[in-house]
């Protein structure tokens, strides 16, 4: 038994390992596209792109490490921030982002479509809630209830109008179907002049 368990372990990381490869020769091949291209907007999707390209290849990079199936929740979320902050993150902005609350572990599955959510919203805020600001806070909370869990992400920026996020870019019309048909939860937006929150719920 323990030989067929080191067995499988060794597949699982070898799958893994080879998913994140393709998904990042994938991203190779759209920044080489994007040197190709003079347009400005088609540059912005292709980048775009491409951070959702590595999110999703963050979730399977852990998974390459650990051998399992399932992951820490605030591992997959800190190693996505690395990557958020690093690709978007101008030297104008002095930006703290700070993650609490509860850790616990969660499917393969679950961490990917978690990891692409916390990108497009941590990306989101980065890009607009510290307009005119030269310094700004990030909190990640994940609060971990009997059936069901909770992730909120919230900034002390210039706030947003809602209506703008009812029409949506396409960023957060994936957060908002990634929400519901892959976590079967619920987004939930505050904002004002003294920040926004959005958070999402869905199923341990």
Same mark, same amino acid.
């Given at each position: 038994?323990? &030989?067929?368990?080191?067995?499988?372990t060794v597949f699982i990381k070898e799958i893994h390992h080879r998913v994140k490869n393709n998904l990042q020769r994938v991203a190779s091949l759209l920044r080489i596209q994007k040197r190709r291209v003079k347009n400005a &907007? @088609?540059?912005?999707? =292709?980048? &775009?792109?491409?951070? !959702?390209? =590595?999110?999703?290849?963050?979730?399977? &990079? /852990? =998974? %390459?490490?650990? *051998? =399992?199936?399932e992951l820490e929740i605030k591992e997959v979320i800190n190693k996505i921030l690395k990557n958020s902050v690093r690709e978007n993150l101008d030297?104008? /902005?002095?930006l703290k982002i700070d993650v609490i609350g509860d850790n616990f572990e969660i499917s393969s599955d679950k961490a990917t479509?978690? %990891?692409l959510i916390v990108n497009e919203l941590v990306e989101n805020c980065i890009k607009h809630a510290?307009? *005119?600001? @030269?310094?700004g806070q990030i909190i990640?909370?994940? !609060?971990?209830?009997?059936?069901?869990? !909770?992730?909120?992400?919230?900034?002390?920026?210039i706030g947003m109008d809602e209506r703008d996020f009812e029409k949506g870019s396409i960023g957060l019309q994936i957060v908002k179907s990634l929400v519901k048909e892959k976590l079967y939860g619920n987004l939930d937006i505050k904002t004002g002049n003294k920040g926004t929150e959005i958070s999402f719920g869905f199923e341990n």
């Open positions: 038994y323990e &030989e067929e368990l080191k067995i499988k &907007e @088609t540059k912005k999707i =292709l980048d &775009e792109t491409i951070n !959702r390209i =590595l999110s999703i290849s963050v979730t399977h &990079e /852990l =998974l %390459a490490q650990n *051998g =399992l199936d030297g104008h /902005l002095k479509t978690i %990891a510290f307009k *005119g600001k @030269t310094k990640i909370k994940v !609060r971990r209830g009997e059936m069901k869990s !909770r992730i909120s992400i919230s900034d002390n920026g």
